[in-house]
């Protein structure tokens, strides 16, 4: 049975190591920061998934104003396929929608388009926009 709840400190070494065995992590991102920026800035938006204890699934969602986003959306290797990622964007969206967020926009590394197929099921449509980005 999955329970879905908010990130706890004790989570951060099962969650690197979902994110890990989910191919989520790469050089330019150090995962433990990102918890910990995370923690500062909507914490309440940094979901887990949790089945006898242990941690199976991730997501973090934020809201600046104007659109919500979805970020580190992971699910166990093993455990795939059964819903639980859609679980996971599901209960995102409602702690969005809560907020009075009007719509999501995610990024998808170009080495990943095979999880497109995964949120077109979920009702999300390819937005014809180039992404930019700046580090900081
Ligand atoms: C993407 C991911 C979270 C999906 O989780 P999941 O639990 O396997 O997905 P679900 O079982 O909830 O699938 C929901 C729907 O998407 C479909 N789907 C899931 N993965 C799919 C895939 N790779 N190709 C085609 N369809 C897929 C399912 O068949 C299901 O369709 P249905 O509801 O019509 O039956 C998971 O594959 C994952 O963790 N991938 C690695 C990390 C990643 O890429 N994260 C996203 C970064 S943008």
Same mark, same amino acid.
């Given at each position: 049975?999955?329970?879905? *709840? !908010?990130? *706890?400190?004790?989570?951060?070494?099962?969650?690197?190591?979902?994110? /890990?065995?989910?191919?989520?992590?790469?050089?330019?991102?150090?995962?433990?920061?990102?918890i910990q920026l995370k923690?500062?800035?909507? !914490?309440?938006?940094?979901?887990?998934? +949790? %089945?006898?204890?242990?941690? +199976?699934?991730?997501?973090?969602?934020?809201?600046?104003g104007h659109r919500g986003?979805?970020?580190?959306?992971?699910?166990?290797?093993?455990?795939?396929?059964?819903? %639980?990622? *859609?679980?996971?964007?599901?209960?995102?969206?409602? /702690?969005?929608?809560?907020?009075?967020?009007? $719509? %999501?926009?995610?990024? %998808?590394?170009?080495?990943?388009? $095979? +999880?497109?197929?995964?949120? $077109?099921?979920?009702?999300?449509?390819?937005?014809?926009?180039?992404?930019?980005?700046? *580090?900081?």
């Amino acid at each position: 049975m999955l329970t879905i *709840r !908010p990130y *706890r400190p004790e989570d951060e070494e099962q969650v690197i190591q979902l994110w /890990h065995d989910c191919c989520l992590v790469v050089p330019q991102n150090n995962p433990a920061r990102d918890i910990q920026l995370k923690l500062q800035m909507q !914490p309440e938006g940094f979901l887990v998934g +949790v %089945i006898d204890s242990q941690i +199976v699934a991730s997501v973090m969602a934020g809201y600046e104003g104007h659109r919500g986003w979805l970020n580190y959306l992971a699910v166990s290797p093993t455990l795939q396929r059964q819903s %639980i990622g *859609r679980q996971m964007v599901e209960a995102a969206i409602a /702690h969005l929608e809560q907020m009075g967020c009007p $719509k %999501i926009n995610l990024q %998808i590394r170009a080495s990943n388009t $095979k +999880v497109i197929e995964f949120y $077109k099921r979920l009702g999300f449509t390819i937005d014809e926009v180039i992404s930019m980005g700046k *580090r900081l």
